[in-house]
């Protein structure tokens, strides 16, 4: 049985202002996490929340997956630029040409968004939050087809998206190559085992999709971390 995509999980400097931002960019709740301190709940059918863990760590790369918002009309994407601005964001240049319409953001401790163009096909029915774009292979796309049970609704040219048969944003790569990383992912997937799964045979399921276990044994804080088959970490939870 696949496992759910649980939280979205961004390491912050200042947790509680980083969330502040985000909901009021998204228009989402900000809510008391129990075990981690803040995050924000989704007010759509995005399905995840984001939650905000205190890190010392500061950023030091381009991450690689970053949020899409979506736009109804250029004076909408306007008004999220602008909003955007207000509550703390800067422009920022990952190698964008100018012809490109959609314009990249970063939020007050620098991670990377994108606020996409009006008519962009490709996100059109996936809500405001229309994508997590990540910087991944093929097979890390097939990876989490399979991990989350969500189908591939692209798949060309090593490219591939996923996405919830409930709706929802996309998840995308894009294909090598892949952009360096070091360490432990500032931004990295929350999974939980069904309400009457079993944290352990998930843990097997996913080893034997093709992820690998970095942490020492049994985790933390009732946590397993993996990694993903480009290196990426990720949680597995107990059920909820």
């Known amino acids: 049985m696949a496992c759910q995509l649980f939280a979205l999980c961004v390491d912050a400097g200042r947790p509680l202002p980083l969330a502040r931002f985000w909901s009021g960019v998204l228009g989402w709740e900000v809510a008391d996490d129990p075990?981690?301190?803040?995050?924000?709940?989704?007010?759509?059918?995005?399905?995840?929340?984001?939650?905000?863990?205190?890190?010392?760590?500061?950023?030091?790369?381009?991450?690689?997956?970053?949020?899409?918002?979506?736009?109804?009309?250029?004076?909408?994407?306007?008004?999220?630029?602008?909003?955007?601005?207000?509550?703390?964001?800067?422009?920022?240049?990952?190698?964008?040409?100018?012809?490109?319409?959609?314009?990249?953001?970063?939020?007050?401790?620098?991670?990377?968004?994108?606020?996409?163009?009006?008519?962009?096909?490709?996100?059109?029915?996936?809500?405001?939050?229309?994508?997590?774009?990540?910087?991944?292979?093929?097979?890390?796309?097939?990876?989490?087809?399979?991990?989350?049970?969500?189908?591939?609704?692209?798949?060309?040219?090593?490219?591939?998206?996923?996405?919830?048969?409930?709706?929802?944003?996309?998840?995308?790569?894009?294909?090598p190559p892949l952009m360096p990383t070091t360490g432990v992912n500032r931004l990295r997937f929350e999974l939980a085992p069904a309400l009457d799964g079993d944290q352990r045979a998930e843990v097997d399921r996913l080893l034997s999709l093709g992820a690998t276990r970095i942490d020492p044994g049994e985790g933390v804080e009732d946590r397993v971390v993996l990694a993903d088959p480009d290196g990426n970490t990720f949680y597995v939870s107990a059920p909820r």
């Not at 981690?36 to 381009?62: C, M, N, W, Y």
């Not at 991670?111 to 490709?122: A, D, H, T, Y």
């Open 35 to 175: 075990r981690h301190g803040v995050a924000v709940l989704p007010s759509d059918d995005t399905g995840f929340r984001i939650r905000f863990l205190p890190s010392q760590e500061r950023k030091a790369e381009q991450n690689r997956m970053h949020f899409d918002l979506t736009s109804t009309s250029l004076a909408d994407q306007e008004r999220t630029v602008a909003r955007s601005l207000e509550l703390g964001a800067r422009h920022t240049d990952v190698g964008q040409l100018p012809e490109e319409g959609h314009v990249v953001l970063a939020d007050p401790e620098g991670n990377e968004f994108c606020v996409i163009e009006p008519g962009n096909n490709f996100l059109a029915e996936c809500g405001f939050v229309g994508a997590l774009a990540c910087d991944g292979s093929q097979e890390v796309g097939y990876f989490w087809s399979k991990a989350l049970g969500w189908p591939l609704v692209w798949d060309q040219d090593q490219e591939t998206a996923i996405r919830s048969p409930h709706g929802g944003p996309k998840i995308t790569w894009g294909g």
